[in-house]
């Protein structure tokens, strides 16, 4: 036994990181590369202060540190730092000056399928095309960078501050992403973790396509065209994320199917809180949908929801849902909160007392005539709404909340941006 233990002591110092050697790398013209030269697996390599104009490429295992005051400059042609190998941890730089080639994906660290489990923390990535692309590198950590794309495009034909595509197990995590174009692209890639992340002046937060098994949580999205959308994707968990004054909608389900929901804050987008298309089978839970043109819009043939638990604050229409049906909005007793409820709650249980109906066939007649607007203050409008309250079998199908909640609980998301980002 004594000799075994002596043989396991013996192998653990041959692979143990004592073993690896630190360069302190000086600040000349090619010393990356020429250290790099120099090193062998395991190795730490130190920038010293100041600009290193070059390209770098690491293709086995190896810490590239730039401690905090180093910048690695391409020069405007290619990516900064391109990772082909295993074990590579990229730390502490700042990088800058790709080329601006989509066709290449010109970035500034790429990622590549043959690079296992890199690391990539604490950068500053500054006015790269794209800020870093996991491009089929598995379980790649992605970690406390800052990321500032473009400004000097028309949005759409910038690139993305983090783009993902066939990178099983990535995480995207504690991230600033600012410019570009969107700040998480995911493209055909499953087992993704994206959380803790901050995304303002941006098309998209997080554009999500074909990327199943996944989370996306606890994030914040500032001032942004769009803050997440899940597209043609299942089994996404979509919690705790925050949309302020997002333009166009906050959360959009695209083709999304079998997916949670749950205990996101989106106030102030100027179409949609939420908008689902074609989206079947989901579970909207505990959200907080204020200020916005319309709180939830369901179309093309979006069905078997489950709705509950949310609150509908101050929205212009809380619901828009054209149907001839009636689709059931609570569950077990409890339904959702909805601050143009003017229900009594006599028994003191916390439920309303009648059920709430969003829409009525004043509501219908509106999404498909404007133009009737103008006749919103009209005598015949006020009496063929009073109709429909006092006698509810005049109302032409689409949502009943049977037990609607008399009064909201914002979620633990709300804390995230107490001033209004």
């Not at 595509?165 to 600033?176: E, F, L, Q, R, S």
């Not at 001839?324 to 309303?352: L, P, Q």
Request: overall charge negative; proline content about 4%.
């Amino acid at each position: 036994m004594h000799w075994l233990l002596t043989l396991f002591s013996l192998l653990f110092l041959a692979v143990s990181p004592a073993t690896a050697k630190v360069w302190d790398v000086p600040n000349t013209a090619g010393a990356i590369a020429t250290t790099l030269a120099q090193a062998a697996d395991g190795d730490t390599l130190r920038l010293s202060p100041g600009t290193y104009f070059e390209t770098v490429v690491l293709d086995r295992p190896m810490i590239l540190d730039g401690l905090g005051h180093a910048v690695i400059d391409a020069g405007g042609s290619g990516s900064v730092i391109t990772v082909t190998g295993d074990g590579v941890t990229v730390q502490n730089l700042t990088l800058q000056g790709s080329g601006s080639s989509h066709d290449t994906i010109d970035s500034g660290i790429q990622l590549k399928k043959t690079a296992h489990a890199p690391q990539i923390l604490n950068n500053v990535v500054l006015g790269n095309l794209y800020g870093i692309d996991i491009h089929g590198a598995k379980e790649a950590l992605v970690q406390g960078n800052r990321i500032e794309g473009r400004q000097d495009r028309h949005m759409n034909i910038r690139g993305n501050g983090v783009y993902v595509w066939n990178a099983p197990g990535a995480i995207v995590d504690n991230n600033d992403i600012r410019w570009g174009r969107d700040g998480i692209f995911v493209n055909s890639s499953k087992n993704n973790t994206f959380t803790n992340n901050l995304f303002r002046d941006l098309r998209f937060a997080v554009h999500y396509m074909y990327a199943d098994n996944s989370i996306v949580a606890d994030n914040v999205s500032i001032g942004n065209d769009l803050g997440y959308a899940v597209m043609f994707t299942t089994n996404v968990q979509v919690t705790g994320n925050v949309s302020i004054d997002d333009r166009e909608h906050g959360v959009m389900m695209n083709y999304a199917n079998k997916s949670e929901i749950r205990g996101n804050y989106v106030r102030g987008a100027k179409e949609k809180c939420s908008f689902l298309y074609n989206s079947n089978r989901n579970t909207f839970a505990d959200n907080w949908f204020e200020g916005c043109g319309i709180g939830i819009h369901f179309t093309a043939g979006s069905q078997d929801n489950r709705i509950l638990g949310n609150a509908f604050v101050g929205n212009r229409t809380q619901v828009k849902l054209v149907s001839t049906d009636w689709h059931e909005w609570s569950e077990d007793g409890r339904g959702n909160y909805w601050s143009d409820n003017a229900s009594f709650d006599v028994d003191g249980d916390g439920i309303g007392d009648q059920p709430y109906r969003p829409n009525d066939s004043m509501d219908h007649v509106l999404w498909t005539q404007p133009a009737a607007k103008l006749l919103l203050g009209s005598p015949a409008v006020q009496l063929v709404r009073w109709s429909q309250s006092a006698f509810p079998a005049l109302l032409p199908g689409g949502v009943v909340d049977s037990h609607p909640i008399m009064k909201p609980v914002k979620p633990d998301a709300s804390r995230k941006v107490p001033h209004d980002g």
